[in-house]
């Protein structure tokens, strides 16, 4: 029995779509967001930016903050990184989400950032759960890569309880014997976040894999789980990234392949098992308001 209030499921249909601009996570829409590991150049992230979008993608993502586990590895642009990232997401249409990796630091992320992404070595950092639960944006929370999935919830809870409803959960892999992986993808956390919470939950087969040729089968795997959405790196150049995750990177192709295929799956799996017809696009919704239609609540 969990001790978290605001982030479990009260009734079995009851489901949160949270938005972030137009786009609605937990809806009738996969919603997928692509990018670099790491911002690197205001021309590879307009390339990407155009290249995941003409994909179909919906958000571009890309990290000014890297928590890099070796101090002397690139550790990313800063605020330089979140210029860039935002101009290439205007430039594409699309909203950006970047890591968030201090508390002091969430009102200037969030002054360049549709989307606030906490990663999985802060899932249990308690003061950035807080001030992020303080700011106004809504947030990508990663799985602690140790975490269970109480232990998630309860990260997602410290955000609710400070403010902030708006709550995507990422399951991105976890620590196993296994190294075969980066880490193991924990695909059965998608139906059992599912069953425990009514917060949309998204799945990160880059990370969960560390490996190019396992991303593409393991985002459709997440989709057939149920996930909401996935978050892919994606990458003009891969092998010429400046972070090692080149090496679970797609190429702007082999992008635009798993995109076909998600949305084709995606289909299929509504028709194999549909989702609720939902609103997802009320006129004028105020912010944080409740839409009780089909059980649904619209944060946006
Ligand atoms: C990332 O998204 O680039 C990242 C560092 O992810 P994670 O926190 O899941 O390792
Ligand atoms: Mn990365």
């Known amino acids: 029995m969990s001790k978290a209030r605001l982030a479990v499921k009260k009734w079995s249909s009851q489901q949160t779509i949270v938005g972030v601009g137009d786009l609605f996570f937990g809806g009738q829409d996969l919603v997928v967001i692509a990018g670099p590991c790491a911002v690197e150049t205001q021309e590879q992230m307009d390339i990407i930016g155009r290249g995941i979008r003409a994909a179909g993608a919906q958000a571009l993502r890309g990290g000014a903050y890297k928590p890099r586990t070796c101090p002397y590895d690139f550790q990313g642009l800063a605020e330089d990184g979140l210029k860039m990232l935002a101009r290439a997401g205007k430039k594409a249409g699309l909203p950006v989400v970047t890591e968030v990796v201090a508390p002091e630091h969430v009102p200037l992320v969030s002054r360049y950032a549709d989307m606030l992404q906490i990663g999985t070595r802060n899932m249990s950092n308690f003061e950035l759960l807080k001030a992020v639960g303080r700011s106004n944006r809504p947030c990508l929370l990663k799985r602690g890569m140790s975490a269970t999935l109480e232990e998630l919830l309860m990260a997602a809870e410290y955000i609710m309880a400070h403010g902030n409803p708006r709550v995507v959960l990422c399951e991105r892999g976890i620590r196993t014997f296994e190294t075969y992986t980066r880490n193991t993808l924990d695909l059965s956390a998608v139906p059992a976040l599912k069953e425990l919470t009514h917060l949309p939950v998204v799945v990160d087969p880059s990370h969960g894999t560390g490996r190019r040729a396992l991303v593409e089968p393991m985002a459709l795997a997440a989709v057939a789980a149920g996930a909401d959405g996935l978050i892919i790196e994606v990458h003009h150049d891969p092998d010429h990234s400046w972070t090692s995750d080149g090496q679970q990177s797609l190429d702007l192709e082999a992008f635009q392949r798993l995109?076909?295929?998600?949305?084709?799956?995606?289909?299929?799996?509504?028709?194999?098992?549909?989702?609720?017809?939902?609103?997802?696009?009320?006129?004028?919704?105020?912010?944080?308001?409740?839409?009780?239609?089909?059980?649904?609540?619209?944060?946006?």
């Open 259 to 300: 995109m076909s295929r998600a949305r084709a799956l995606w289909q299929t799996m509504q028709q194999v098992n549909p989702r609720p017809r939902i609103n997802q696009r009320p006129s004028r919704m105020p912010a944080f308001s409740e839409r009780i239609g089909n059980a649904a609540r619209v944060l946006n």
